[in-house]
């Protein structure tokens, strides 16, 4: 396990290419995949999530080229139908997106067998949110604790349509209810509870497929997809992922002196619950450059050091920000007034406890603030004194420490800080570039 030590102090300026969308590559795998012909890659995040959802794959038969830094990943498309029963255990790593569309993927393959399974901490995470609902449309899944933990069963079965609520707003389990949907007996409506993430719709509308959203019906948020059509190889470019620029964004206001432009960001207005909030507390954020990508869009965001108001956030912009929300406790400590986060309980069930991860590794720091069932009470205006903290193995603590840690009197020690490279491998080379810039 390795270690970081930072120093309080210093600033950050210049500008920094974020690495690309970890949703957007998992799917441009998934979806090249099951695709006919070649799906070229530009801008695949070379991570280890998506490096497991590219290791699944080949074990089902899809010739996939090297993912490296390069930047460019050719999949060689096997079909709709086109995915061998593998003869070895599916490894999802770490990855919770892996694993969630897998299932989708694969439960309705009939007459193969798979078994998925992950790490450890994989292991822990709810996998009932997608099976029970693709149990609906027939499925066949079982595993640990009443099919809600891996490592996971499917026995591929013919999947018949219909009308499916998801328990939760989740793009992981909307995308797999899509997914099956590609191979079921007739169409398949998802209806979410909130409107989450649309990669999968926008994506798989540029394959081919015959899929209709409406994020405002009147029973809830639904995409509705047919069978049957066949998925093309397409060129797929990956915008910058908004959760790995949100460090940066949050690192130029907190730290003095700082100025950075984040170059190549994707801003599906699905993911830019962190812009909103950045509004609402007052920060001078600048959206320039902005431009579409393959069917997303994408600019530049110039942010600088600038005094927060604090803020409140809960209800439906929590699915467009959930993954920002352990960097937006470190801004709420700047914040002049009380921060309130809620509605965030899924931040219980990621790679960790985040709400409780960070609550403590933050107290070490000297923090205080309160952590409630569903997300966190922080007052503003607070000074943080180096310490010794641990990422505890994910990936989002460690670089959000790493911004703590940037603002602290002394120094910091992050103990497993190693995990970052579970989206972002380079984080650590860049945050000394802009310390030196």
């Keep these: 396990m390795g270690s970081v030590c930072l120093s309080g102090g210093g600033s950050l300026h210049g500008s920094v290419r974020v690495p690309g969308d970890k949703s957007i590559s998992h799917r441009a795998l998934l979806f090249g995949a099951i695709a006919t012909g070649t799906t070229t890659i530009e801008g695949l995040l070379p991570a280890e999530d998506p490096l497991s959802t590219a290791a699944c794959l080949r074990a089902m038969g899809v010739t996939i080229s090297a993912i490296d830094s390069s930047g460019v990943v050719r999949v060689e498309g096997v079909g709709l139908d086109g995915l061998q029963e593998p003869a070895q255990v599916l490894d999802c790593g770490n990855s919770g997106t892996t694993m969630r569309l897998m299932l989708g993927l694969l439960a309705g393959r009939d007459g193969r067998h798979f078994v998925l399974d992950g790490d450890a901490s994989l292991r822990r995470r709810p996998m009932a949110r997608v099976a029970k609902p693709l149990a609906q449309m027939g499925a066949q899944i079982n595993g640990r604790d009443g099919g809600n933990k891996a490592p996971l069963a499917i026995a591929g079965q013919v999947l018949s349509g219909g009308t499916v609520r998801t328990p939760v707003a989740s793009a ?39 899929l209709i959203s409406q994020p405002h019906a009147a029973d809830g ?7 049957g059509s066949e998925l093309h190889g397409q060129h797929v470019v990956v915008p910058g992922d908004i959760s790995s620029a949100a460090f940066w964004l949050i690192a130029a206001l907190v730290v003095p002196g700082t100025e950075l432009t984040i170059e190549n960001v994707g801003i599906n207005p699905t993911r830019t619950g962190i812009l909103d909030v950045l509004e609402q507390m007052g920060a001078p954020l600048e959206v320039l450059n902005q431009r579409d990508v393959a069917g997303e869009p994408v600019a530049d965001l110039r942010v600088r050091h600038s005094p927060l108001k604090a803020f409140e956030i809960g209800g439906d912009v929590i699915p467009r920000l959930v993954d920002e929300i352990p960097i937006l406790s470190v801004a709420a400590l700047c914040a002049e007034g009380t921060s309130v986060i809620r509605d965030a309980a899924e ?4 790679e960790t406890d985040r709400l409780a991860v960070m609550a403590r590794q933050l107290r070490a720091m000297g923090a205080e603030l309160e952590e409630t069932a569903d997300g966190m009470v922080i007052p503003g205006g607070q000074r943080l004194k180096g310490a010794q903290v641990d990422s505890e193995t994910d990936h989002r603590v460690a670089m959000s420490l790493a911004v703590a840690a940037l603002i602290a009197s002394g120094d910091t020690t992050i103990a497993q800080s190693e995990a970052a490279a579970v989206s972002y491998p380079s984080f650590w080379d860049e945050l000394a570039r802009l310390q030196r810039s």
Excluded: N, W, Y
Aim: glycine share 6%.
């Design 347 to 350: 931040l219980r069930v990621k």
């Design 221 to 227: 948020p639904t995409a509705v997809v047919q069978p």
């Design 172 to 210: 992981q389990v909307k995308s797999a209810l899509l997914l099956a949907g590609l191979t079921a007996s007739g169409s398949t409506t998802v209806i979410e509870p909130a409107l989450s993430r649309d990669h999968s719709e926008r994506m798989l509308r540029a394959f081919g497929a015959e």
